[in-house]
């Protein structure tokens, strides 16, 4: 049996009538830049994320960059968040000439570890940047109350959780803005690269629109120094159909994260993700810790099984960084789950027999 890490080519078949036709309409169209189409997705993420505005952008770290060029925050700023995340996250920070500055992960969530939020605030401090990695809400009443305890803004990198919800009410939704990759692996993904952000903040959300189309508010007019980092009209097509079934993938996600859970809870080896009550998942990512990992992962692939690491090298030990002054035994649990962590196969279409396949070939290699 194959079981692929992803199956992108299994959603397309499910969908593929009505995304075909969404498509041709933008070809016969072919208005490809700030089509209709985009302010529609637009207006629909933004409601589904139980914000008021959405602004389409080119990608995950755009949605950041321009979240963050909109906070007006830059050179000599500092923004926090977690040690384990995607290097997009910092990436962003750092493209707008800020600092990240990061603290370590929680043991039990993976997300940012809040009981040393404050040591890592300084008068330059202007944002905390909470990730809901692999889908898993970050616990965000801690933070938001850091966050407002010393007058810092949240901005929240969802670009793992679309869907998820923290204490009933969905992840970004939470902060003054937040950010959503619809790269094509997402929970919520594109044909290509794109992004979306979601705020309650009209004039922020205005600045960033303006900003992600050459700062021009009219055409050949421009107010600020911008960008081209638009939502392409074709993804905006693809996203309005995927968008109507995001609520029953993420649900199988969740199927499918319950069965690992409960087949792999007699192997003493594996470390299967917790869920705190405050927390409804969407499972982007599937993610254990085990011993002899690259053993593991060999015995798998021998047996058709696709694994990934997420991620293998924490953000501040990554040649990126060098210069930035972090070394070794900064964050010691991001460093050692760095060495442990294996994502298994998860997908929305992923089927009960592959799921078995994945678990009893896990417990043939701890035999
Ligand atoms: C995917 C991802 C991003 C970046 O998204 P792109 O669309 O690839 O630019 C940012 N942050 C996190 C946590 C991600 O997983």
Redesign the pocket.
Same mark, same amino acid.
């Given at each position: 049996m194959q079981v692929p890490f992803l199956d992108l080519p299994a959603q397309f078949n499910s969908i593929r009538d009505e995304v075909t036709l969404e498509i041709m309409g933008v070809l016969e169209k072919s208005n490809f830049i700030l089509g209709e189409p985009v302010a529609k997705f637009e207006k629909a993420f933004a409601a589904y994320s139980e914000c008021s505005h959405g602004v389409g952008v080119a990608?995950?770290?755009?949605a950041?960059k321009l979240i963050l060029r909109g906070l007006e925050i830059g050179p000599g700023d500092e923004v926090i968040t977690a040690a384990n995340?995607?290097i997009?996250?910092t990436l962003a920070i750092s493209a707008v000439g800020a600092t990240p500055v990061l603290v370590d992960c929680d043991p039990v969530t993976y997300n940012i570890a809040v009981n040393q939020l404050e040591a890592a605030i300084t008068p330059r401090t202007r944002a905390i940047m909470p990730?809901h990695?692999y889908g898993q809400p970050a616990d965000m009443d801690p933070l938001l109350d850091v966050a407002r305890r010393h007058h810092l803004h949240i901005v929240e %990198?969802a670009?793992?959780a679309h869907g998820a919800k923290y204490r009933g009410r969905r992840v970004g939704s939470f902060g003054i803005a937040s =950010?959503f990759?619809?790269?094509p692996g997402?929970n919520l993904g594109a044909y290509g %690269? =794109?992004?979306v952000i979601a705020t309650n903040d009209a004039a922020l959300a205005e600045t960033i629109a303006v900003l992600r189309n050459y700062g021009s508010r009219v055409k050949y007019y421009h107010s600020m120094l911008g960008e081209n980092s638009r939502l392409d009209t074709i993804h905006a097509a693809v996203l309005n159909v995927k968008l109507r079934h995001l609520d029953g993938w993420n649900a199988a996600r969740r199927r499918a994260a319950a069965l690992y859970t409960k087949l792999l809870s007699p192997v003493p080896q594996v470390a299967t993700p917790a869920t705190p009550d405050f927390a409804e998942p969407v499972y982007h990512l599937y993610v254990v810790r085990v011993p002899q990992r690259e053993k593991l992962m060999e015995h798998l692939r021998a047996r058709g099984i696709g694994t990934i690491i997420h991620y293998p090298v924490p953000l501040h030990l990554q040649e990126a960084y060098a210069g930035a002054g972090w070394k070794r035994g900064d964050f010691p649990i991001s460093e050692r789950y760095a060495d442990e962590i294996l994502s298994l196969p998860m997908f929305p279409e992923i089927k009960e027999e592959q799921i078995q396949w994945v678990v009893g070939s896990i417990r043939e290699f701890f035999a």
């Open positions: 990608s995950g770290l755009e950041i995340t995607f997009a996250t990730v990695l %990198d670009s793992q =950010a990759s619809l790269y997402k %690269d =794109a992004g």
